[in-house]
């Protein structure tokens, strides 16, 4: 295991100026400190009682390269993603392993806000994005997240100013593509600042076989009485790894929504990382882990209720199939004196086969004495009386099966406020249970027909 | 001859339930299975729709001239069996729109018909709904889910309706229902009613054959058919319990 690390800072020793080279300053900056605070964590391992089912060995003995010298991968995603979709027109972009695909077509939103690059926006506007760059990742106990702020060239800014209302959500499109086995180390940042509001959709596709590893670190900062909705697709393929930390601050009366979907990946694991920082905000995270294979998805979800008047709501569900193993580790902190603390945590999930496995710890710690809290995990299988039912009447064996899964993650899915995606979720989300998505290159969640 | 059911054992975790039914039933015909409780009514109802939790240990079954036994249970149903349960099930999460349009369009394919169209399904929906009386808005609910006891059991014959079953087994679909609920579901079948298609009641009691008025009456005991006769027999019941019936079978 060490072997894997002692690579990568020997990587680091090397070419840091590489590294530095065409970055700006701002990235350039946190660098140093990242590197040895790296050296010190390592990579997750599972003997953490954190990564304890997610054992990234396996995956992190495969010799990635990495694109410090920021070779331009030849792809127009463009090209790729030509087709639009109907009802749910967005502002699309995109990021190609972990660089920004530059568009010069002019993209009309409101004035101020920032949309594109992480180099180039931290260079051009640096001192506005210089008070959120890092700031939540310097804090973070993952190693990963040290590493991805060591290695990270590019990525994405979402800014949006005081007072502005995005009417159309933004999408940003990340993919995979390469000849040789890689590792992206991706980063967004995404504020939304006082009185603003913002969708915005993240989809992430492999167009390659070649074994990947993104390693994606973002950073949500959202306002006061500001909004944010994220979604976040996960449509890899079986020799994608992705571990992805969210690390999000919410200031008082704002208001967030996330709502991840794993339809398809290798290995998936998503940590987030929410702290109330004002009071009287809210936070609705959900999502949808669905695995079959060998696969493995481990979401962790923590949040801190660190002032009082705040709530959290998640829920999270897993339907899992074959040999599938699924993670959910569920943390709510209530601090002291955050008082009218609301806080609701519910995982269920549904394991098809003998060998499919779950493993799930919700926890709840609460420091407070006038709050309201609640969270269960059910872990289970099909419900035979129901199956019978269905066949009783007619339907399949296999039919009646993708009925209840289907139908098992519905309220998961009406959590999606726009409802175009919704439509498209269901749609994407039953044709993996049909075994029928594997052909779509393209980014079905917005694309594609 | 529609069902013919011959020295028909069955047992549920080992323990016997069913000793040797015979019972034949032509089309058209109406016939009712009465019988104190444990006798095994319910059984015989799951035993022909092919619930896997019940395991047949001896005897035949020819529906239509084919060996039922050998069926899975959606091929029961696609041949023109039908339950309704004396508990239907909720299904979270599947709309009874969709849980129905997937069961009619199997059927269809079986028969090798094409899909229904989405606007002539709704309007066989429609049409349908109405021989039960049952609220427009139940249909765009989960299978099920939320509905008081007497909307599931018109429920049940609704989705008898839309399948329009050979043999219908209507398992204890009186019990929980008022007497308006009642009318309605009786009503209900008897409007369903052809000469080709037939009937089993499962019930309890005489109230429901006050409506569905059957040509046979068997009484079920311990596993067997102890008793056949004209629906006399029912009304005899009624008035005398099922104790001289122990008393002749102990005999």
Redesign the interface.
């Known amino acids: 295991m060490m072997q894997a690390e002692e690579a990568y800072i020997n990587l680091y020793k090397q070419h840091a100026k590489s590294v530095s080279k065409s970055c700006s300053d701002l990235l350039n900056s946190k660098r140093q400190a990242a590197f040895e605070k790296f050296q010190t964590l390592g990579f997750p391992k599972n003997t953490h009682e954190e990564y304890r089912h997610c054992d990234l060995r396996k995956v992190l003995s495969i010799d990635y390269g990495l694109n410090i010298n920021r070779v331009r991968i030849p792809i127009n995603p463009h090209d790729v993603f030509s087709c639009d979709v109907p009802n749910l027109s967005t502002k699309l972009f995109f990021v190609v392993n972990d660089q920004f695909y530059k568009n010069d077509k002019p993209i009309g939103l409101p004035e101020g806000v920032l949309c594109g690059s992480l180099n180039d926006l931290t260079e051009t506007h640096v001192r506005l994005l210089e008070q959120y760059y890092n700031k939540l990742s310097e804090k973070s106990p993952d190693g990963m997240v040290s590493f991805n702020t060591t290695f990270a060239q590019d990525g994405f800014v979402l800014y949006v100013p005081a007072g502005v209302v995005l009417e159309k959500p933004i999408q940003l499109i990340q993919v995979l593509h390469g000849t040789v086995d890689m590792m992206a180390n991706r980063r967004l940042l995404i504020i939304v600042e006082e009185g603003a509001k913002a969708q915005f959709l993240v989809c992430d596709h492999t167009l390659s076989s070649k074994h990947f590893f993104s390693n994606q670190v973002t950073e949500i900062f959202v306002g006061k009485n500001a909004s944010l909705e994220y979604y976040d697709l996960e449509m890899d393929q079986p020799n994608i790894t992705r571990v992805s930390n969210t690390l999000v601050s919410q200031a008082a009366s704002s208001h967030l929504l996330i709502n991840g979907v794993t339809l398809q990946n290798g290995l998936s694991r998503n940590n987030i990382n929410l702290c109330f920082e004002g009071e009287g905000a809210s936070a609705n995270l959900s999502g949808i882990a669905l695995g079959n294979g060998n696969q493995l998805i481990d979401n962790h979800i923590f949040v801190d209720h660190a002032v009082p008047g705040c709530t959290s709501q998640e829920l999270y569900k897993y339907v899992l199939d074959d040999s599938a193993k699924g993670v959910f580790g569920g943390r709510i902190l209530v601090q002291k004196g955050a008082q009218k603390t609301s806080a609701y945590q519910s995982n269920k999930n549904l394991c098809f086969t003998k060998d499919a496995k779950m493993f799930a710890k919700p926890q709840l710690e609460i420091y407070a004495d006038d709050v309201k809290c609640s969270h269960g995990s059910a872990t289970g299988q099909i ?4 199956l ?10 296999s ?1 009646a099966r993708l ?2 899964k ?6 998961v899915l009406d959590n999606i406020r726009l409802e175009p995606l919704k439509d498209r979720m269901r749609m994407l989300v039953e044709k993996r249970f049909r075994g029928e998505l594997a052909k779509c290159a393209g980014c079905s969640a917005a694309n594609c027909k | 001859m529609l069902l013919e059911i011959k020295n028909l054992h069955a047992s549920i975790e080992g323990k016997e339930i069913l000793r040797g039914i015979n019972l034949s039933i032509n089309e058209g015909e109406i016939h009712a299975i009465m019988g104190p409780n444990g006798s095994g009514k319910s059984t015989l109802s799951a035993v022909l ?4 939790a019940y395991e047949v240990t001896d005897g035949e079954v020819w529906f239509r001239g084919k060996n039922l036994l050998s069926m ?3 091929e ?3 041949e023109g069996l ?2 309704s ?1 004396q508990y ?7 709309s009874m729109v ?2 129905m349009r ?2 009619v369009n ?2 269809r394919k ?1 028969r090798q018909e094409s899909a229904l169209s989405a606007s002539d399904f709704l309007k066989l929906m429609r049409e349908k709904r109405s021989i039960v009386e049952l609220d427009s808005k139940l249909a765009n609910r ?2 099920n889910e939320g509905f008081s006891g007497g909307e599931k059991k018109k429920n049940e014959i609704f ?1 008898m309706a839309m ?1 329009d079953p050979k043999l219908s087994i209507l398992d204890e679909t009186d019990s929980g229902l008022d007497i308006d609920a009642l009318r309605i579901v009786a009503q209900g079948v008897n409007k369903l009613r052809t000469p080709q298609n037939s009937t089993i009641v499962i019930t309890h009691y005489q109230r429901l054959l006050d409506y569905i008025v059957p040509d046979q009456v068997h009484i079920l005991y311990k596993g067997r058919i102890v008793k056949t006769a004209g629906r006399e027999l029912a009304i005899n019941l009624e008035e005398r319990g099922y104790d001289w019936i122990k008393q002749e079978v102990e005999e």
């Open positions: 419900d035979e009386k129901a019978f039912y269905m066949r009783s009447r007619g339907i399949s064996e039919e009925l209840l289907f139908a098992f993650t519905a309220d | 729709t092919g619930n896997p899975s249970p959606e029961r149903s696609r039908f339950l349960f239907p099930v909720e299904i979270p999460g599947v969709n849980f997937s069961a199997e059927h079986y989960s299978v989705q399948l």
